[in-house]
């Protein structure tokens, strides 16, 4: 299995829409995590005008019981990004299956979750400011995930 992208209860579809997109272009599989602020059914992408839908894939997990239920059966890591961790991203060895957990633009993920995952990691940056859009957190982490596991490589190879 690709790297993954989780999407935590997601709260703007503008950001959503972007992390697909990226899942689409770098082939990283997507997750969404509900419930979310707006509805997240194929057929409500496609009202959106997201043409990217085609060349992602997309779970839909009902809570995060049900996400943990299916990565605990899989197998994979959990990577949380959050601004409350210690790791900078640039620190943490990746493997190539590792799910990446990004919280809600509002309020991040809850103690139980960041608990939950095997690791958490940050972007570092500037002091006392509060922290990136997901989305950019999401490209950052996810260019260096790949960068290290050889996904950038393998993108250069299939064209
Ligand atoms: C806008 S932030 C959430 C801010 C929220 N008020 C909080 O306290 O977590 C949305 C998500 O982006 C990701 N994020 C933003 N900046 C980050 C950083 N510097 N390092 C790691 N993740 C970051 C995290 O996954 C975070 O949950």
Do not use: K
């Not at 197998?75 to 959050?82: E, I, M, P, S, Y």
Request: proline share 6%; hydrophobic share 50%; glycine share 6%.
């Amino acid at each position: 299995m690709p790297l993954r992208l989780a999407l935590y209860q997601p709260d703007i579809p503008q950001n959503t829409g972007t992390m697909l997109r990226l899942c689409a272009c770098l082939g990283v599989d997507a997750a969404i995590i509900e419930p979310a602020n707006f509805p997240v059914s194929d057929r409500a992408f496609r009202r959106a005008g997201m043409d990217y839908l085609d060349r992602v894939e997309i779970q839909r997990h009902a809570s995060f019981a049900a996400f943990e239920r299916w990565r605990s059966g899989a197998g994979h890591r959990l990577v949380l990004l959050t601004t409350r961790a210690a790791i900078p991203h640039v620190a943490f060895t990746f493997q190539p299956d590792d799910v990446l957990l990004v919280g809600r633009e509002s309020a991040g993920v809850p103690d139980a979750v960041h608990e939950a995952a095997d690791a958490r990691i940050l972007v570092p940056m500037r002091p006392a400011l509060r922290s990136l859009n997901v989305a950019m957190a999401a490209a950052m982490v996810v260019g260096e995930a790949l960068r290290q596991t050889g996904g950038f490589a393998a993108l250069a190879s299939s064209g």
